[in-house]
């Protein structure tokens, strides 16, 4: 016997035995479950959720994040000298507005003017209150200044002076002047500009006002989160005006909306709840009233919520957050749940009716406990994997399902075992399964509504034939007609046709899949912070985040050599696309000192002295050179320049491919010039994330492949069960990430879990229908394939459909994420149904010849199937041996031999035979 064929047959020999337990100790695996749910469930009390976007879909140890640290250490920001465009992060504590027309129009206009300034004045004398009122405060005692004015100051002097002055004053786009001679930069201020021939503005869609907030001690934190509250409230009420149209956005918007989106997708729960439990119940409903099991249903769906509750309640204790992602975390384990559920029951109803419930329980544990086992095991192994990614909200959403799917196994065996018991100690008595009253066979039935409604059970005078499991209508409908269909030589041909067809269509799809999330799909489609990046990509399209291009280390800034490689480096910089080019845009302290020394010595060639004290003490002491001591970093002396950087003005990249792009070209221009540099925009850290996906996705898909293959190799009967397996697998993943480009469905760290969940669930269609046309008695290949699909149709149908409407609720979401889990994981659940009940049937029934023939597994009991105590009720279990009358000598040594007046079935050599004579042979193995 070969090494796979004895794992095999000793998993099936341990489950026929663990079967027979659980129903002599049927109470013990109901109750310990539940009391063991019951405990870890009290973890949530440790709930806790975690609602950073930035950390949960950017990558914690990428280059961006390091470069971040690199530029805290040497060039903090500023709160009581803040430039906007030597700001780190995108999520600065902060009040952000964009206002637009009503009518769409201009937004220069005097009125919108006027109400723009009413709104700033009532933020100006907005007052919050913390410490039970004893600390009040305003904007002005907690904002960011420039110059010793609070942002926005400058854009609404620029404001206050055009709604007085509009008709004499001309306004030029990007940089305007004041008649004072002051220069003011209008490229992040206003947007959806019309400029005229001669470069003036005609007229702006919208204004952008950033009202920036001190933070960073917790004191500061706390006051700024308080007025972002009392800023978003004033927004949210603001009736003064219906001429503007506004779009808000705080600092909090982001995790308040993840928050959100997770506490709506709740209630979900109860409407999947609802649909599975109608499901489950109907799929087990029977005309035969003792044999329907709708019960079964609802336990199915009770282990699954044992084990969610399980999971939360583990991880929360062990201080794992829950978010966004995770949210969509019991949808899955329901669906998973349901499909070891339709296994289950469709292997008790395989088992022969006359048999005792012990013996029953332990012939289908032997084959679904196996069956469930193996997907099991493999589900859990391909979240393991994925846990193996830097994107944390995959890792987290990994965990959560990796553990869920271990909780649902072990429930699924005990606790959902025990239920089987009791439901088949009720079908043994011949009992209804609605009333708990025994009730008459159909054949016995008094009157013909009592048949319709009341009768069921196994008639006293049935026979070995008879005593089979009555077939639920879908499994007649695999056995009668699709089993015959799908094996006709012409329809074998068109499957073919239409798997080529498949392949090519995923195939192209793939290609052409786009990469990414951007910040907008995060938030809900309603979202009030989705429509702020809606305006953003609509108006503000032209200036994009602050480049830093630093020199980390120490120059000879004096030296003509090094100062024509620095304008050299910059030039290169600034001829990208995706940079402002025009020397205007450009922060450089080293052009600018230059041209300084230029004008004040007429030359540019001075010693390191002179270089630094005149640097020192003149050029960065002019009002317009200030913004430059920012840029430089001295040595405690202040006689070296250690380092020091220039700030470029990006273009606003929209697509996430001229993203990737972007950040690409910014590190390849540094990391091949002459010096030693570092290039930083806050952006990048959003970014990063495209860097990775691929790759990540790639190996993750590899690993993951390989690893089935293993499992498979050991636990499946033979070799070319995990090779069919695998192949599978590649199909499908294929097929998802191809047609999912089609919906748009971008690949991200949301639709890389379900490539992952893919991996799994590819595993549990293909296993099943391979494993059963392997272990299939037929002798041609169409035979196999039509009792591959008569023995497993029905439970695989069933769980597909289960999982699909388990998470059809989420294909009306507001929100992308969900969305987008749903499409995946429907074209997971399709693709794979699909695998299952048409391409691999055909192909296997082409592969007949050169694939092996095995039996079933069947545990190595040797005795009659006989119980005679219970023989009112037809019920067979083994009977002892001493008990036995011989009636007549054996030729083979450990035989015997019985009678018996009715036909019944031995196990004999792992094969259940069917005997019609008088004289029966008992094998004692």
């Given at each position: 016997m070969a090494w796979y064929e004895i794992i095999n047959h000793s998993l099936s020999s341990i489950f026929y035995s663990y079967g027979k337990l659980i129903t002599r100790h049927k109470r013990k695996f109901l109750l310990c479950p539940l009391l063991l749910a019951s405990l870890l469930s009290l973890g949530v009390i440790c709930l806790t959720f975690e609602n950073d976007a930035i950390y949960?879909?950017?990558?914690?140890?990428?280059?961006?994040?390091?470069?971040?640290?690199?530029?805290?250490?040497?060039?903090?920001?500023?709160?009581?000298?803040?430039?906007?465009?030597?700001?780190?992060?995108?999520?600065?504590?902060?009040?952000?507005?964009?206002?637009m027309s009503a009518d769409g129009g201009n937004v220069l206009r005097g009125e919108i003017i006027s109400d723009i300034l009413q709104l700033n004045a009532a933020f100006q004398a907005m007052e919050v209150t913390i410490d039970n009122n004893i600390d009040r405060f305003n904007f002005s005692s907690i904002c960011a200044r420039f110059n010793g004015q609070c942002l926005p100051e400058f854009i609404i002097s620029f404001l206050?002076?055009?709604?007085?002055?509009?008709?004499?004053?001309?306004?030029?786009?990007?940089?305007?002047?004041?008649?004072?001679?002051?220069?003011?930069?209008?490229?992040?201020?206003?947007?959806?500009?019309?400029?005229?021939?001669?470069?003036?503005?005609?007229?702006?869609?919208?204004?952008?006002?950033?009202?920036?907030?001190?933070?960073?001690?917790?004191?500061?934190?706390?006051?700024?989160?308080?007025?972002?509250?009392?800023?978003?409230?004033?927004?949210?009420?603001?009736?003064?005006?219906?001429?503007?149209?506004?779009?808000?956005?705080?600092?909090?918007?982001?995790?308040?909306?993840?928050?959100a989106m997770t506490e709506s997708v709740m209630p979900l729960m109860i409407v999947t709840f609802c649909i599975l439990t109608s499901f489950a119940v109907t799929s087990c409903i029977m005309t035969d009233w003792v044999q329907a099991k709708p019960w079964l249903g609802v336990c199915g769906l009770i282990s699954a919520f044992l084990a969610i509750s399980s999971t939360v309640g583990l991880l929360s204790a062990c201080g794992v957050a829950f978010n966004q992602v995770v949210a969509s975390m019991p949808f899955l384990v329901i669906g998973v749940g349901i499909d070891d559920m339709f296994i289950m029951v469709a292997s008790w109803r395989h088992t022969d009716r006359r048999l005792?419930?012990?013996?029953?329980?332990?012939?289908?544990?032997?084959?679904?406990?196996?069956?469930?086992?193996?997907?099991?095991?493999?589900?859990?192994?391909?979240?393991?994997?994925?846990?193996?990614?830097?994107?944390?909200?995959?890792?987290?959403?990994?965990?959560?399902?990796?553990?869920?799917?271990?909780?649902?196994?072990?429930?699924?065996?005990?606790?959902?075992?025990a239920c089987m018991v009791y439901t088949g100690q009720?079908?043994?008595?011949?009992?209804?399964?609605?009333?708990?009253?025994?009730?008459?066979?159909?054949?016995?039935?008094?009157?013909?509504?009592?048949?319709?409604w009341c009768a069921g059970g196994v008639s006293t005078t049935v026979?070995?034939?008879?005593?089979?499991?009555?077939?639920?209508?879908?499994?007649?409908?695999?056995?009668?007609?699709?089993?015959?269909?799908?094996?006709?030589?012409?329809?074998?041909?068109?499957?073919?046709?239409?798997?080529?067809?498949?392949?090519?269509?995923?195939?192209?799809?793939?290609?052409?899949?786009?990469?990414?999330l951007q910040l907008k799909d995060i938030f809900a489609d309603d979202s009030f912070a989705r429509k702020y990046y809606q305006d953003q990509g609509e108006y503000f399209t032209e200036f994009g985040a602050a480049v830093s291009v630093v020199l980390d280390t120490n120059q000879n800034y004096w030296e003509k050599g090094i100062q024509n490689e620095i304008e050299h480096i910059t030039m290169d910089f600034e001829s990208s696309r995706f940079i402002h080019g025009e020397k205007q845009h450009t922060e450089s302290w080293v052009?600018?000192?230059?041209?300084?020394?230029?004008?004040?010595?007429?030359?540019?060639?001075?010693?390191?002295?002179?270089?630094?004290?005149?640097?020192?003490?003149?050029?960065?002491?002019?009002?317009?050179?200030?913004?430059?001591?920012?840029?430089?970093?001295?040595?405690?002396?202040?006689?070296?320049?250690?380092?020091?950087?220039?700030?470029?003005?990006?273009?606003?990249?929209?697509?996430?491919?001229?993203?990737?792009?972007?950040?690409?070209?910014?590190?390849?221009?540094?990391?091949?010039?002459?010096l030693s540099l570092t290039i930083f925009s806050p952006t990048f850290i959003f970014i990063e994330q495209y860097v990775i996906i691929v790759p990540n996705t790639i190996q993750a898909l590899l690993i993951a492949t390989g690893c089935m293959f293993i499992v498979a190799l050991f636990l499946m009967p033979h070799p070319v069960c995990a090779v069919m397996v695998t192949v599978c697998i590649v199909t499908i993943e294929t097929g998802v990430i191809g047609v999912m480009s089609l919906w748009n469905v971008k690949l991200d760290g949301i639709s890389m879990i379900n490539i992952i969940l893919c991996i799994g669930f590819s595993v549990d269609f293909s296993s099943h229908m391979t494993y059963a046309f392997i272990t299939s008695p037929g002798k041609t290949g169409n035979e196999r394939a039509m009792d591959a699909l008569h023995t497993l149709g029905t439970p695989i149908l069933q769980g597909g459909l289960s999982t699909i409407l388990g998470i059809s609720v989420l294909s009306s979401s507001p929100?992308?994420?969900?969305?987008?889990?749903?499409?995946?994981?429907?074209?997971?659940?399709?693709?794979?149904?699909?695998?299952?009940?048409?391409?691999?049937?055909?192909?296997?029934?082409?592969?007949?010849?050169?694939?092996?023939?095995?039996?079933?597994?069947?545990?190595?009991?040797?005795?009659?199937?006989?119980?005679?105590?219970?023989?009112?009720?037809?019920?067979?279990?083994?009977?002892?041996?001493?008990?036995?009358?011989?009636?007549?000598?054996?030729?083979?040594?450990?035989?015997?031999?019985?009678?018996?007046?009715?036909?019944?079935?031995?196990?004999?050599?792992?094969?259940?035979?069917?005997?019609?004579?008088?004289?029966?042979?008992?094998?004692?193995?």
């Open positions: 949960l879909f950017t990558p914690p140890t990428s280059r961006a994040r390091a470069d971040l640290i690199y530029m805290e250490k040497h060039f903090p920001v500023d709160y009581d000298d803040f430039i906007p465009s030597r700001a780190l992060t995108t999520q600065e504590k902060t009040g952000n507005l964009y206002i206050s002076y055009l709604n007085e002055n509009g008709d004499n004053f001309l306004i030029s786009y990007p940089f305007t002047v004041f008649p004072n001679g002051e220069p003011i930069f209008l490229g992040y201020s206003l947007g959806g500009v019309t400029v005229a021939d001669d470069g003036s503005v005609v007229s702006a869609q919208a204004i952008a006002l950033n009202y920036i907030l001190q933070s960073g001690t917790p004191e500061q934190d706390t006051k700024a989160l308080q007025w972002e509250e009392a800023f978003t409230r004033l927004v949210e009420s603001w009736n003064s005006s219906s001429r503007m149209a506004i779009s808000h956005l705080t600092s909090q918007s982001l995790s308040n909306e993840l928050l005792a419930v012990e013996e029953r329980m332990g012939l289908a544990y032997s084959d679904a406990a196996v069956s469930i086992t193996i997907t099991s095991v493999t589900d859990a192994l391909a979240f393991c994997i994925g846990a193996i990614t830097p994107l944390p909200a995959v890792r987290i959403f990994c965990l959560y399902a990796g553990v869920a799917i271990i909780f649902d196994y072990l429930f699924q065996i005990t606790f959902f075992g009720r079908e043994a008595d011949g009992k209804h399964y609605l009333t708990c009253k025994k009730v008459l066979p159909k054949d016995e039935a008094p009157s013909t509504s009592y048949r319709i026979t070995a034939e008879e005593g089979k499991q009555s077939e639920q209508i879908i499994t007649q409908f695999f056995r009668k007609f699709y089993g015959p269909f799908i094996v006709n030589p012409v329809v074998k041909m068109l499957v073919v046709v239409l798997f080529t067809g498949y392949l090519c269509v995923a195939v192209w799809g793939c290609l052409h899949i786009q990469e990414g052009r600018d000192y230059l041209t300084f020394l230029s004008e004040t010595l007429n030359t540019t060639n001075v010693d390191q002295e002179l270089f630094v004290q005149l640097l020192r003490d003149e050029f960065l002491t002019r009002p317009e050179f200030q913004n430059y001591n920012k840029d430089i970093n001295f040595n405690c002396e202040k006689t070296e320049i250690e380092s020091s950087r220039f700030v470029l003005k990006s273009t606003e990249v929209v697509q996430s491919t001229d993203e990737m792009e972007f950040m690409s070209e910014m590190r390849h221009k540094a990391d091949s010039a002459s929100a992308y994420v969900f969305r987008a889990f749903f499409r995946t994981m429907f074209l997971v659940m399709l693709f794979g149904l699909f695998h299952s009940l048409v391409f691999l049937p055909v192909f296997l029934s082409f592969l007949n010849t050169i694939l092996p023939r095995k039996t079933r597994p069947t545990p190595e009991v040797g005795e009659i199937q006989i119980e005679p105590s219970r023989q009112a009720n037809n019920a067979y279990s083994p009977i002892p041996k001493d008990n036995v009358e011989d009636t007549q000598p054996l030729k083979n040594k450990g035989e015997h031999s019985s009678v018996c007046k009715e036909q019944v079935y031995i196990l004999y050599n792992d094969k259940r035979i069917s005997l019609d004579s008088v004289a029966i042979k008992e094998t004692v193995l």
